[in-house]
């Protein structure tokens, strides 16, 4: 039997609320801190507790983070999925059941390590029985792939931090899986785990705590917030690290606000931004619909404010606890009549700490909200990240009047004048004793005056427009992958970052050789067209149905570069599969002749 080490998924089939959630991130920090290359994702249902939840764990020494199309060893504790997640694995595949649960295992064809759990559980502490059985399955795993228990300890005294008594009860029931399988099994499967060299100086972060501390680092003055999945942890990550990184003295150097809707957030927020504070909310797709109007006159007074959307399955509540794209269209042109806004997409965990404190600076620059685009996968699984970049520069504050020194230095001062001709007036803020401080949400003219003029209107909306278009370039650029006389690129954002690499060398295989084009920021950089005239064919992937950035490149770029533009849209839910996307790009190379 050939062995196969560090190239597989598991697949831990469990109920919520159980504590299996503990379990599982022991398991990942364990490999992690092997060495070897891991990645985790769970999916989780939008209720409290009881519902089925699944945890993947794919070990790649290639470094692939995508979950994998198949299961290769399948942890059964949860009775109410039992019969589906036996069914749908392939023969040979590894399973690992709950023998207390009661439920059949009539495969033949894979390959079974039936262990009490219940019952090893309740021996060490009947009281906690239902949470001790989750790591009796971890030992289990730790003898059969041969885990190192020494990095296992350490990754349980990581997990429950000062708890003494947590920490030794669950070394114990490691131990005790461990002893089961050693005692009780026969190994009759490939899978092994070997240390490697690879996570050195890194770490495990979520998406959403890196996003958390770039905030605070951007000089975050007021969150306003109202909770709503998969973005709270955001929230909840300013306020426990605000205390220790902004405080002067005994005083708090910020403010947070727990509003009572969304739409209320949106209001603190601007109203903030108005006064010359840097003011941010967090939410998902729900909490954007509601703030619409809000966007609105943000964008139409020219208030700075930030929004982070971290996405989640819509329309509706949708499929709350699952990952998508499917809100880029939607900040890109919020709100009603004419719109366009600044939406910075960062694609890994180092990014959402970088674009956490310049999305500020760029509000300001700008004087308009700006949104930052995330998505559930992205900010609710820990990522091994290798640092971040801290700003190093004084904030920008933009064009900010503050004396009466710098207001007469202006000809013809108005608060919607633009006087430089990059399309960002002055500002001034309120208790500087400048006039004016008035910023209107109804039609105005140049100098913040009252106005229904055709020509004011008209002017007033070319300026908007001609502003965050021109801030393409000065937003975070595409990064690029080119391979040299390659005719076929791919553009892609976000979190599909993370399946790129597979998905790439998945059309190596077939002969295929592409370039690559990450976009970070939207209006798109001038070097997305020189991209898309240095490739034939373009294809756009993404992780939602209708194809919104395709879309978006369809109507903003030149009509003789619209023939090479295709699209691979692909949403179920889940994270980005490698395959999937392959194979569909494999389609649509055979349909155009490419």
């Not at 993947?56 to 589906?84: C, F, M």
């Not at 004419?338 to 600076?361: M, N, S």
């Not at 904030?395 to 001062?413: F, H, P, S, W």
């Not at 373009?538 to 879309?551: A, S, W």
């Amino acid at each position: 039997m050939t062995k196969i080490i560090n190239d597989f998924c598991i697949n831990i089939a469990t109920a919520n609320g159980t504590g299996s959630q503990s379990a599982n991130l022991i398991l990942l920090q364990t490999f992690f801190d092997m060495g070897i290359p891991a990645s985790g994702k769970n999916l989780f249902p939008s209720n409290i507790s009881g519902l089925p939840t699944w945890y993947i764990i794919r070990l790649s020494d290639h470094g692939y983070q995508a979950p994998g199309n198949d299961t290769h060893i399948q942890v059964l504790v949860n009775k109410d999925t039992w019969v589906e997640d036996l069914a749908g694995l392939t023969p040979g595949t590894v399973v690992i059941w709950n023998s207390d649960a009661k439920m059949p295992m009539e495969r033949e064809d894979v390959i079974s390590y039936p262990v009490p759990m219940t019952t090893l559980a309740r021996g060490i502490s009947p009281k906690l029985a239902k949470m001790v059985a989750n790591v009796i399955y971890v030992g289990v795993l730790a003898e059969m792939l041969d885990m190192d228990q020494e990095v296992i300890n350490q990754s349980i005294a990581k997990q429950f931090g000062s708890k003494t008594k947590a920490i030794e009860l669950n070394i114990q029931a490691a131990m005790l899986g461990r002893d089961y399988a050693k005692e009780n099994f026969t190994k009759s499967d490939p899978y092994l785990v070997e240390k490697r060299e690879h996570n050195q100086g890194e770490f495990f972060i979520e998406g959403n705590e890196a996003l958390a501390l770039g905030s605070i680092f951007g000089g975050i003055q007021l969150l306003a917030w109202y909770p709503i999945t998969p973005s709270s942890s955001v929230a909840e990550g300013i306020i426990d690290w605000l205390p220790e990184l902004r405080m002067d003295g005994e005083d708090a150097t910020y403010a947070v606000i727990q509003a009572e809707d969304e739409l209320a957030a949106a209001g603190m927020i601007i109203g903030a931004g108005w006064a010359g504070a840097r003011a941010m909310t967090a939410t998902s797709g729900p909490g954007i619909s509601l703030m619409q109007e809000f966007i609105g006159l943000a964008y139409f007074a020219e208030i700075p404010c930030v929004f982070w959307d971290v996405n989640r399955v819509g329309p509706s509540t949708g499929l709350p606890t699952r990952t998508q794209q499917g809100d880029l269209l939607m900040l890109y042109e919020g709100s009603h009549g004419d719109t366009t806004h600044i939406v910075l997409i960062p694609g890994t965990v180092e990014e959402c700490f970088e674009f956490g404190w310049k999305i500020f600076d760029v509000s300001e620059r700008y004087q308009t909200p700006v949104f930052g685009f995330s998505d559930l996968d992205l900010g609710m699984n820990k990522w091994a990240c290798k640092g971040f970049e801290y700003p190093d520069q004084p904030m920008d504050r933009g064009k900010v009047l503050l004396t009466k020194e710098q207001m007469d230095a202006i000809e013809n001062y108005g608060r919607y004048r633009d006087v430089d001709g990059d399309g960002i007036p002055y500002r001034t803020l309120p208790g500087s004793g400048l006039d004016p401080i008035l910023y209107r949400g109804t039609g105005h003219n140049e100098d913040g005056l009252y106005s229904e003029k055709p020509d004011d209107y008209r002017l007033l909306m070319d300026r908007l427009k001609r502003k965050i278009m021109d801030a393409s370039d000065a937003l975070p650029e595409p990064l690029f992958k080119e391979e040299a006389e390659c005719e076929v690129g791919i553009v892609y954002y976000g979190s599909m970052e993370n399946t790129i690499q597979e998905i790439d060398d998945i059309l190596e295989a077939t002969g295929r050789k592409v370039s690559q084009c990450r976009v970070r920021a939207l209006p798109l950089h001038s070097e997305v067209k020189s991209f898309m005239e240095r490739h034939e064919t373009v294809i756009v992937l993404e992780i939602n149905r209708d194809g919104q950035l395709y879309g978006i490149m369809r109507k903003e770029m030149p009509t003789e570069l619209l023939t090479r533009i295709h699209c691979v849209a692909y949403s179920d839910g889940l994270p980005p599969r490698a395959e999937v996307y392959a194979d569909k790009i494999l389609e649509v190379l055979k349909e155009v002749g490419a």
